[in-house]
């Protein structure tokens, strides 16, 4: 079973020639029609988060700036960043369509969740828009996971590190964040030696790789550095900022992935899930469509167990020098920061 979002009209959250536009939740819900899974399909109702579920995650005088902002009419937000009169409501509703997502997924207490919706959110800050996102969508869901008791792992595979996740949960012990990105790209972020903060030593585990690097990298990083980090922290929910801009095509960045590798990284990352209906992929980038429509078809098909025609995953690209190492940078950071605080045990 998947339970995806209800789609709703995104159509005046455009720039002309952005290339983050309507066009990607098109192509991502295209992908899950091509699934054939019929009344498989949930559709969760629309919901826009609310000022005390996004004041979890995001500065209350910074959401103020932005509606403002949305309702003074918009316009570029930074170089890369823009808003117009209606994206706060949309903007709202792509935060609240993962909350609806998983309270469905609760309430079921079975499925898969996939959140397809946009602008994109794993750069919004705590007090800023930045990199096409305005409201964190992945960080609104799991601090509301947090809120009710949960403990939850963020898997970002998109191939630009998710710096507003990760400022966002630094110091929060009830969060693991796990990226694999390529670097050093945009937004400079995302090095091996960045783990957490104080209270939460070992929560941020970040794998960095070179222009280049194929699917048999990322899914070494996945099963060598991650799955033992992820085992000892002992997850109630997986959350996936699932971007697809390391898809060889994307005209981003730089990575070589195919859409089978999308597939094989999300079989290891079910493995991560300690019971059903607890699993759930949000839209990030991506922005070749062809091979965002093919890469969330293989993600999807993969984690519902569904028969799928995806590419060969890809290998011998470089990378794996750069896993190996993230292990020795992690274990000095970690002894770095348990000395400086008086021995106190990091994760």
């Known amino acids: 079973m998947l339970v995806v979002n209800e789609t709703s009209d995104d159509s005046e959250h455009e720039s002309p020639d952005h290339p983050e536009r309507p066009g990607r939740v098109q192509a991502a819900m295209s992908a899950v029609n091509g699934l054939g899974l019929g009344s498989d399909v949930i559709v969760a109702p629309a919901y826009s988060a609310t000022r005390a579920e996004l004041t979890r995650v995001h ?3 910074y959401l103020d700036e932005l509606g403002a902002f949305c309702y003074g009419g918009g316009g570029d937000i930074d170089q890369d960043t823009y808003a117009t009169y209606d994206s706060w409501t ?8 993962g909350l609806s997502v998983v309270r469905e997924l609760q309430r ?8 397809a919706a946009r602008p994109p959110g794993h750069h919004a800050l705590r007090d800023r828009a930045m990199g096409f996102c305005l409201l964190n969508n992945v960080a609104v869901a799991a601090a509301a996971l947090v809120n009710e008791g949960e403990r939850v792992v963020i898997v970002d595979w998109d191939v630009h590190h998710g710096n507003g996740t990760q400022q966002i949960f630094w110091d929060e012990p009830n969060v693991l964040y796990l990226s694999m990105h390529q670097w050093p790209l945009f937004p400079g972020s995302g090095s091996a030696a960045e783990i957490g903060g104080r209270h939460a030593l070992g929560s941020v585990v970040n794998v960095p790789l070179p222009a ?3 699917g048999d ?3 070494r990083a996945l099963d060598d550095v991650a799955a033992p980090v992820v085992e000892a922290f002992r997850p109630t929910w997986v959350l996936v900022s699932a971007g697809f801009d390391a898809h060889r095509l994307d005209p ?8 089978g590798d999308f597939a094989d990284l999300t079989s290891s990352v079910v493995d991560y899930v300690a019971a059903p209906g607890r699993l759930a992929f949000f839209l990030e980038g991506g922005y070749h469509l062809g091979a965002l429509q093919a890469s969330v078809g293989a993600t999807l098909a993969a984690a519902l167990g569904a028969p799928h025609r995806s590419e060969p995953p890809t290998s011998g690209g470089p990378g794996d ?8 940078q992690r274990r000095a950071a970690l002894e770095a920061q348990v ?5 106190e045990e990091a994760r």
């Open 59 to 61: 500065d209350a005088g």
């Open 90 to 97: 949309i903007a709202t509703r792509a935060a609240g369509a």
């Open 108 to 115: 079921r207490g079975d499925g898969v969740g996939f959140v």
């Open 212 to 214: 280049g690097a194929t």
């Open 217 to 219: 990298v990322m899914r």
């Open 252 to 259: 981003m960045a730089d990575l070589c992935l195919s859409d």
């Open 321 to 328: 020098t750069h896993v190996a190492n993230v292990k020795l």
């Open 339 to 343: 000395s400086s605080n008086g021995g």
